[in-house]
């Protein structure tokens, strides 16, 4: 025993000193991605515009967790901001594209002094004051997606005389993004979210308010229990001022450096409650869990929804994601559902007078009971046998329907509903659309694509081979909804890095990496600094902290990992 402890030891000293390097490289690499600073650079770039310029333009680049709204007062939908991710690098929009309906043109429009990029917030339009369009929070994302940041800022643009404001208003949700926001009777209405950073993360299941009238956040305190901390749920206002939260993802610490992810298909109401407010004083509300009948959709990740008239919302696409230690498999969604907002009914809406279709897109995946792998999925094969029995007829076609995806962008404009891209997954590669399609609600006959797009014209670049070689068996693992990586462990079978011998701290019992960190922070600090002289690099005290943090992280795991095998080897 006493052997393999020093052996494991020496591995996880050479480990930490080598994730130095490592740190240090990427540090070096990021030296220019100083988040702040570079949010600062964007909004100079804005300052020096003095002009609101329209040009017409081809439909916007693939983007995803954008925001998407219809003109108040024309036929118009505007997009703004988002994110696209193409196999190295994260960009980050804070661009601006208006879509005529009539003429199915997209144009560019470029307003001086608007909000910074960022993808994950939420938007909402107003039919006030010739038009407005809402927006708050969101994050902003380094390119190699090391670091965010998470804004807490909100603005209006004035659209009839295109001009952004940025509004100051104290008491107002923490940073976030993630989170969900509806227009509800004169005010805002905020829910949920998440904030992370390198060492923790955080779901919230707060309720703010923002009064259109007095320009004033408010905090609420409902009666009743409500939903658990979540982002990326659903929030759709109902005609009498309630609003309907439901689904959303979480994550929770279950034990030491293991995270469990929840997908939730719960449902709550938020209403006002009635004759207990007293003239001038704030208005109360209240929590309700609700149970929905009717033929629900299956639980999953990524669902879009926006309201129609009267009295319902819209449901479409998603993921549902299978996970375990091996391997991340799930199917990508087609289907869409409507929910009758005042029973509380589901629906699965088909189009009339044509033949039902579903198509997914599936992940490699193992069936459970015979653990064969399959990339194909049931919908798929049954489409194909029905091509060698040749039962399709020219009376009953098949109907253009959405391509499987999650995350689209909806809205709905008058009597016709509008679906804007969206991302799917085929093994590693993430592919993200820039795709429009429109359907009328009234005669739901058959979607019409106004975009195409080729996913196979799509740039999609693999890790570099010399990143690979350095790597070794390098993990990433995933904190949040939006995707966001940080870098994990690494072999310490990989020879090489920094041979210092070094005296590290050791690991209390049941003590996770954020706590042994805040303890033993000032000797991980000196061990980076000491790193950082003998490279001859000099690093900021943000950098610094994060190479001391990795190399805590990567100490901590070899001496849980030791621990383990100690006692697996004490018990034979």
């Not at 402890?5 to 490592?22: F, I, Q, R, V």
């Not at 001022?241 to 997908?263: A, E, L, M, P």
């Not at 085929?426 to 979607?447: F, I, P, R």
């Not at 975009?451 to 693999?462: F, H, K, R």
Request: net charge negative; charged share 30%.
């Amino acid at each position: 025993m006493g052997k393999k402890k020093d052996k494991k030891g020496k591995g996880a000293e050479k480990t930490a000193l080598k994730t130095a390097k490592k740190a240090e490289k990427k540090a070096r690499a990021e030296a220019d991605e100083d988040l702040e600073a570079l949010i600062a650079e964007f909004q100079e770039l804005d300052r020096k515009r003095t002009q609101v310029t329209e040009e017409p333009c081809a439909p916007p680049l693939p983007r995803c967790n954008g925001s998407l709204v219809a003109h108040p007062e024309k036929e118009e939908l505007i997009l703004f901001g988002g994110e696209y991710y193409n196999g190295q690098k994260t960009f980050v929009y804070n661009d601006l594209f208006f879509y005529s309906i009539k003429k199915n043109e997209w144009s560019q429009v470029r307003i001086p002094e608007g909000p910074p990029p960022r993808c994950a917030h939420q938007a909402v339009s107003l039919a006030q004051g010739g038009g407005q369009m809402w927006v708050f929070g969101g994050e902003f994302a380094s390119p190699s997606q090391s670091q965010f940041y998470h804004y807490k800022d909100l603005w209006v643009l004035h659209l009839a005389t295109r001009k952004w404001e940025k509004i100051s208003s104290s008491g107002g949700p923490t940073s976030r993004s993630g989170h969900r926001m509806v227009a509800v009777k004169r005010q805002l209405v905020v829910f949920g979210g998440f904030h992370d950073n390198i060492i923790n993360y955080q779901y919230f299941c707060d309720v703010y308010t923002f009064n259109l009238d007095t320009y004033q956040w408010g905090r609420l305190s409902p009666s009743g229990v409500g939903p658990s901390p979540r982002s990326a749920c659903q929030l759709v206002p109902t005609p009498d001022g309630s609003v309907i939260v439901y689904g959303g993802y979480s994550k929770t610490k279950v034990k030491r450096d293991v995270d469990k992810g929840t997908v939730h298909s719960d449902m709550f109401v938020l209403s006002p409650e009635k004759g207990s407010t007293a003239e001038g004083a704030p208005q109360k509300w209240k929590w309700a869990h609700v149970k929905p009948s009717g033929i629900k959709p299956s639980p999953r990740c990524g669902f879009s929804s926006c309201v129609t008239a009267p009295n319902r919302a819209v449901f479409f696409g998603g993921v549902q994601d299978e996970e375990d230690e091996e391997e991340l498999s799930g199917d990508f969604f087609d289907d869409s559902y409507m929910l009758d907002l005042e029973n509380k009914k589901w629906f699965l809406t088909n189009l009339k007078g044509r033949k039902s279709s579903k198509r997914r897109r599936r992940r490699a995946k193992k069936d459970k009971e015979t653990g064969a792998e399959s990339s194909e999925s049931e919908d798929d094969s049954g489409e194909r046998e029905e091509e060698k029995s040749g039962s399709d007829s020219e009376e009953e076609s098949i109907p253009l329907v959405p391509s499987p995806r999650m995350n689209t962008l909806m809205v709905v404009k008058g009597k016709i509903l509008f679906l804007y891209g969206g991302v799917y997954e085929e093994g590693d590669k993430q592919v993200t659309l820039n795709d429009l399609y429109a359907l009328d609600l009234h005669k739901m006959d058959e979607w019409r694509a106004l975009v195409t797009s080729n996913p196979q014209d799509q740039e999609w670049l693999e890790e570099s081979s010399s990143d690979e070689e350095e790597d070794g068996d390098e993990d990433d693992s995933h904190l949040g909804a939006t995707g966001g990586k940080y870098s994990g462990s690494a072999s310490d079978s990989d020879e090489g890095g920094l041979e210092t011998k070094q005296d590290h701290p050791s690991v209390l019992a049941s003590e996770n990496v954020a706590d042994f960190f805040s303890r033993t922070k000032d000797h991980w600090m000196d061990l980076a600094k000491k790193s950082a002289e003998e490279e001859a690099q000099s690093f900021s005290e943000k950098a610094l902290k994060k190479i001391a943090f990795q190399m805590a992280k990567l100490f901590h795991e070899e001496q849980a990992k030791s621990t383990e095998d100690g006692s697996q080897e004490e018990v034979h």
